[in-house]
């Protein structure tokens, strides 16, 4: 349901601040005295990342770079969708070269790589978002996120002028279910973590179960905290994934 998928600061309403929302808020706030903050938010699908990046940038009243990226489908090679990205990039800012792109984004407090890219269908119906090409593809979209990951070694020192903020979650398909390799698994997750934090100040999203009710109950609150627990049994922590569930079978408030 698209209604609980957040894609800017003005989607997200009656916020409830968790011990989550305020790391990325503390650290939002560092964001218009310091450039080079490279930011990662991670979280398990269903978490409200993107709540939690735009309610902090409504309050903080960022001047943030947001751009949109749409593919045509989820058959196109990685090496096509790495230059897709920054010829859309270059095409925002009418230059003609990636270290131009670089110059003009220094003059933001923040450039942010979230849901119009990761999901920008859910903005054009008829176009593709990075997510479900990642999910379509599964392990032979690698060579995307390490052409990426090979651009940013290479523009380090532009970086240090430029603050990036970046929503992941790096999605596989296992019999049919989804997976986040960056949470879902005991052993992989913490070393895919701990490599990410050598170069970037990772943020996971995650809730203990009273601030998961309190979400919850934000939202819906006419429902009782047993069949909330319920919820959380079936779904876990993801309030997402709970208002879909609870909508369906109660309505709207």
């Keep these: 349901?698209?209604?609980?998928?957040?894609?800017?600061?003005?989607?997200?309403?009656?916020?409830?601040?968790?011990?989550?929302?305020?790391?990325?808020?503390?650290?939002?706030?560092?964001?218009?005295?310091?450039?080079?903050?490279?930011?990662?938010?991670i979280g398990a699908p269903g978490t409200g990342k993107s709540a939690n990046i735009y309610s902090a940038l409504k309050i903080l009243d960022l001047?943030?770079?947001?751009?949109?990226?749409?593919?045509?489908?989820?058959?196109?090679?990685?090496?096509?969708?790495?230059?897709?990205?920054?010829?859309?990039?270059?095409e925002n800012f009418g230059v003609k070269t990636n270290t131009e792109v670089y110059r003009k984004v220094k003059d933001y407090d923040a450039v942010l790589l979230a849901d119009k890219i990761l999901d920008s269908e859910f903005l054009n119906e008829k176009k593709v978002g990075l997510s479900l090409w990642s999910e379509y593809k599964g392990i032979r979209a690698f060579p995307f996120y390490i052409l990426v990951f090979f651009?940013?070694?290479?523009?380090?020192?532009?970086?240090?002028?430029?603050?990036?903020?970046?929503?992941?979650?790096?999605?596989?398909?296992?019999?049919?279910?989804?997976?986040d390799l960056l949470t879902d698994f005991s052993i992989i997750s913490p070393i895919f973590v701990f490599i990410l934090k050598i170069f970037f100040d990772v943020v996971r999203i995650s809730y203990s179960e009273e601030e998961t009710i309190e979400i919850i109950k934000n939202k819906f609150k006419f429902v009782d905290e047993e069949t909330i627990r319920l919820c959380i049994k079936k779904y876990g922590y993801k309030p997402r994934f709970i208002f879909e569930a609870l909508e369906k079978n109660y309505g709207k408030d």
Excluded: C
């Design 1 to 41: 349901m698209k209604k609980f998928k957040v894609n800017s600061e003005w989607d997200s309403k009656n916020f409830v601040f968790t011990k989550s929302f305020r790391k990325i808020y503390r650290i939002f706030l560092s964001l218009k005295a310091l450039k080079g903050r490279s930011i990662l938010i």
């Design 63 to 90: 001047n943030i770079y947001d751009p949109t990226f749409f593919l045509e489908n989820v058959k196109i090679s990685s090496k096509k969708v790495y230059q897709e990205f920054f010829r859309t990039l270059r």
């Design 151 to 179: 651009q940013y070694l290479k523009h380090r020192r532009d970086l240090k002028d430029i603050n990036l903020i970046i929503q992941t979650a790096l999605m596989v398909k296992i019999r049919g279910v989804k997976y």
